[in-house]
């Protein structure tokens, strides 16, 4: 088992920053690769980025590409999404997973065996 809480959502103007981490706790955190999705409401599971377990490889959505950067620190157990440029549109609940296949990285929420509980995002215009 695998146990993550995200942290580091808010509320922020669009054009802003935030940060978000994801610590994670069980077993051994560098053998995962992470991902974080978000979720808006009336909307399904969107995927966002996924890192390697060994933070070589990364992937974005489009949505995303050159804004936000996903990256890790195994020492610390802990995934993060720098989230720049941010716009309305990326309101949502996001939330960090933990999966077993990257090979390559997957971008299907099915593909993610643990979750943690998300954190709320929210972008005023």
């Known amino acids: 088992q695998v146990q993550l809480v995200e942290s580091g959502g808010g509320l922020v103007q669009a054009g802003g920053s935030l940060r978000l981490s994801c610590a994670a706790s069980g077993r051994t955190f560098s053998n995962y690769p992470m991902a974080w999705f978000r979720q808006a409401p009336g909307k399904e599971r969107e995927y966002v980025s996924a890192i390697r377990s060994d933070g070589v490889v990364t992937n974005y959505a489009d949505s995303v590409k050159d804004r936000f950067t996903i990256s890790r620190d195994n020492a610390k157990n802990t995934v993060y999404l720098q989230m720049n440029s941010l716009e309305s549109e990326d309101t949502a609940v996001y939330y960090c997973?933990?999966?077993?296949?990257?090979?390559?990285?997957?971008?299907?929420?099915?593909?993610?065996?643990?979750w943690g509980q998300g954190t709320q995002v929210t972008v005023s215009s």
């Open positions: 997973a933990a999966g077993q296949r990257q090979f390559p990285l997957r971008t299907r929420a099915i593909d993610y065996d643990y």
